[in-house]
């Protein structure tokens, strides 16, 4: 008798036809919305999603949002950021073998990140200048279209949500002498509803990004900074 039970293919077969259908409704200009992949230390504190535009302060903190998509498969691509350190954005997970680098776009920037959108699921972007309601609006329609999300280093019109450091520790240093090893941070996420504090090792003494007190706190908007 012949067995007609399913058999679940590989996982670089899972992968490719993941990759595959992407590319399909990214092509179509289908709207679609889905959550990205995050590295466990930042799942519970923010989770992009596709359509969706990100306000973060921190270029170490950005490099962390993109390595959980990137480890997952997806790809990157970074518009305006000359001093984005590859070295230091492998070592958080990103992979620079999927990962566009485009480090002096000028004037065209917006073109630019629009035309990466094909491929890339996540865009890290500097605009050069204060960036306008109809900049804005036709970018995210074009992260809606294309299922991809954007970050923005800086400040972005009306961002699903908004991360800044409030307070950074190195730790290492000793009276004088010794190396960076770690580094201890407290961020403040500004979504819908109130204002949110974590604390992250950012990075731990392994490199990795901790969640430090193992949960997110709600704190008053008045006292946000």
């Known amino acids: 008798m ?18 595959l259908r992407q590319r399909v409704l990214r092509m179509q200009g289908a709207a679609v919305t889905r959550t990205l992949d995050s590295l466990p230390g930042l799942a519970g504190v923010l989770q992009l999603k596709t359509g969706g535009a990100y306000a973060v302060e921190s270029l170490s903190l950005a490099m962390a949002l993109m390595a959980g998509p990137s480890h997952a498969g997806e790809w990157s691509a970074v518009v305006g950021v000359p001093d ?3 070295a230091a954005a492998a070592a958080y997970g990103l992979d620079l073998d999927r990962t566009v680098i485009v480090p002096r776009p000028g004037e065209h920037w917006l073109s630019v ?9 996540v865009v890290a972007i500097r605009p050069p200048a204060r960036v306008t309601e109809h900049q804005a609006e036709r970018l995210r329609s074009r992260l809606r279209q294309k299922d991809a999300s954007l970050i923005c280093l800086g400040e972005w019109p ?5 991360v800044r ?17 770690s580094r201890l941070v407290d961020i403040e996420v500004q979504q819908s509803g109130p204002v949110r504090r974590a604390s992250l090792w950012l990075p731990a003494l392994d490199q ?7 949960h997110v706190v709600s704190i008053n908007t008045a006292k946000a900074g």
């Not at 990140?113 to 699921?121: D, I, Q």
């Not at 990795?208 to 193992?214: K, L, P, Q, R, T």
Request: aromatic content about 8%.
């Open 2 to 19: 012949f067995d007609y039970r399913w058999v679940p293919p590989p996982a670089a077969n899972r992968q490719r036809v993941h990759e």
């Open 84 to 86: 984005f350190g590859l």
């Open 113 to 121: 990140a629009a035309g990466l959108l094909e491929a890339a699921t």
């Open 158 to 162: 009306r961002a699903d949500a908004t």
């Open 165 to 181: 450091i409030v307070r950074s520790t190195w730790m290492g240093l000793g009276h004088g002498h010794g190396h960076l090893t």
């Open 208 to 214: 990795s990004v901790a969640s430090a007190d193992g």
